[in-house]
């Protein structure tokens, strides 16, 4: 990820909407140039129609707790690429909890966009005096995501029997390294 950097923007329910009726609208709302693709792995239209809800009803204390877009600025100057999503499943629970999921478009996919998001993502998640945990989950067949959360100090804790899912957590911030996430537009 020399070439440039990556920007995450917390979406809004605007945001959200303009997804749902096409690429072109959310590139517009981004600035951003959209790949055909769009979206990636399991970021679909039932997940956005949650996420939406969730923004709706927690207002501005449910902002920057659920979806960030991951832009990649390379240092052509040319408008920024709509890498992946990635975020919460919602604000701390009351022991302390997050859980985090990121998904990468194919072209982007080894190049350390993943392991970036979820880097900012999981120091965001611990500059929130609540926090005592982050969560998350992988399929045993995806070792990308597995190796992502390896790198980041995630270890394996169970696999769900139900849903066949490992689940991985870490328990303390991460060293220094790539800045925040941004906080949301207004």
Known sequence: MSAGSLEMIAATPEHLSAEDESPECLASLLSARVEPGWPPGEYDRNARAYFRERLEEGGADAAGWYVWYALWRGKSGGPPVLAGAGGYFGPPDDDGTVEIGFSVMPG????????AMAGMLVRRAFADKRVQKVVAHAA?????????LEKYGFIFVSRDETSGYDRFEVLTPPGSGQGFPRSPRR
């Not at 982007?108 to 392991?115: D, E, I, K, S, V």
């Not at 045993?140 to 992502?148: G, H, T």
Request: proline fraction near 12%; charged fraction near 20%.
């Open 140 to 148: 045993p067949a995806n070792p990308m995501s597995r190796r992502v």
């Open 108 to 115: 982007w996919r080894g190049l350390g966009c993943a392991t």
